[in-house]
């Protein structure tokens, strides 16, 4: 199965601040069939971006994503407040569907 | 707006069984695939099971497969997830979502997610 390794584990920033979070697989993902997804705790996860660079429905456009074969990225150009979460990255170009371990994003 | 509930989560012993469900309402739920995913405590996501659009096509994961059953009741717009034979490793959070399009299995929205405990 595809392994997908999220780096960092954890990150402590302030509001304002850039920052890229990366999500690596242990082989190629076919089409760039990658999703990041936001979750805080006691809420139902949510859709930031699918086909790797694609957001979704309602998600600002401070979130970006890019990559593609082995090395995907979620970009969030400045921080806002309510962006601290965990995130995580799953694949689906591959079977069996496959995520990653997730990076806690800090208030710092 | 879309929304999906998950519910029948608890506390069960080694080899008993349990039935979760996923209330869907705010779509056509005749046109959407509907996915279980679980988190272990401290571990990632892992995706589960799957169930078409019209409640026919079904896949599992290795892990569940021959243990746990999905289906669709269209009459109460809800998905059923059977699990038999429990095992410890089982223990999750069991979250139930809905596939997005064109038959791409990422996941556009998920319930909050219902808690099995699998222990003696």
């Known amino acids: 199965e595809t392994v997908l390794t999220q780096t960092p584990g954890t990150l402590s920033l302030s509001p304002g601040e850039r920052v890229t979070l990366s999500c690596r697989a242990s082989q190629s993902v076919r089409r760039s069939y990658l999703a990041w997804y936001q979750h805080k705790p006691g809420q139902a996860p949510r859709l930031l971006m699918y086909d790797a660079s694609t957001r979704a429905t309602g998600i600002p456009d401070r979130f970006s994503g890019s990559g593609s074969g082995t090395d995907f990225t979620l970009t969030i150009s400045r921080l806002e407040p309510e962006d601290f979460a965990v995130f995580f990255c799953?694949?689906?170009?591959?079977?069996?569907?496959?995520f990653g371990q997730g990076t806690r994003l800090e208030m710092k | 707006q879309v929304q999906l509930v998950e519910s029948g989560g608890g506390v069960v012993q080694p080899g008993r069984s349990l039935r979760l469900s996923c209330a869907a309402s705010g779509f056509a739920f005749r046109t959407y695939s509907i996915h279980w995913v679980r988190q272990a405590p401290g571990k990632g996501l892992e995706w589960v099971a799957v169930v078409g659009d019209d409640g026919e096509a079904k896949v599992y994961a290795d892990s569940v497969k021959g243990r746990f059953a999905i289906s669709k009741d269209f009459s109460a717009n809800t998905v059923t997830l059977q699990m038999n034979s429990l095992r410890t490793e089982d223990t999750a959070v069991y979250y139930c979502a809905r596939e997005g399009q064109w038959s791409k299995w990422y996941l556009d929205f998920w319930g909050r997610g219902t808690l099995v405990s699998v222990s003696s």
């Open positions: 799953q694949q689906y170009g591959n079977s069996p569907v496959t």
